[in-house]
């Protein structure tokens, strides 16, 4: 699978963005999804995790009742959508995907990533 992440951009403390990846292919409903970051000289970490039917999702402790991931599998498309932004939340946003039933954290475990798109907070 193919993946494609859309809508980050510049936004205030407080603000809000969707980002978006699309799926390339006739599978996607057969893949879980997880929304990862990387902040300059951090680790990539994972935001939040969707299982393939979304059924089951996993959200970092720093992002809980802040950020919701969704998946329309209709349209090939996982979602994350990120409320009252935080400066600390600047990072590059990856999609990335993986095969396993279920919500899994380790990043060793994702086969297929996107580009990424860059998610800045102003202050």
């Known amino acids: 699978v193919q993946l494609q992440a859309s809508g980050g951009g510049l936004v205030q403390a407080g603000g809000s963005l969707r980002l978006s990846c699309a799926a390339s292919?006739?599978?996607?409903?057969?893949?879980?999804m997880g929304w990862f970051r990387q902040a300059p000289g951090k680790e990539r970490e994972l935001v939040a995790a969707v299982s393939q039917t979304g059924s089951s999702i996993y959200y970092a402790d720093s992002v809980k009742d802040r950020f919701t991931i969704s998946r329309d599998n209709a349209k090939n498309t996982v979602y994350l959508q990120m409320n009252s932004l935080k400066p600390e939340d600047t990072a590059v946003y990856y999609c990335?995907?993986?095969?396993?039933?279920?919500?899994?954290?380790?990043?060793?475990?994702?086969?297929?990533w996107g580009q990424g798109t860059q998610v800045t907070v102003s202050s």
């Open positions: 990335a995907a993986h095969l396993l039933p279920v919500v899994v954290t380790k990043t060793v475990f994702y086969q297929y």
């Open positions: 292919g006739r599978t996607f409903s057969k893949y879980s």
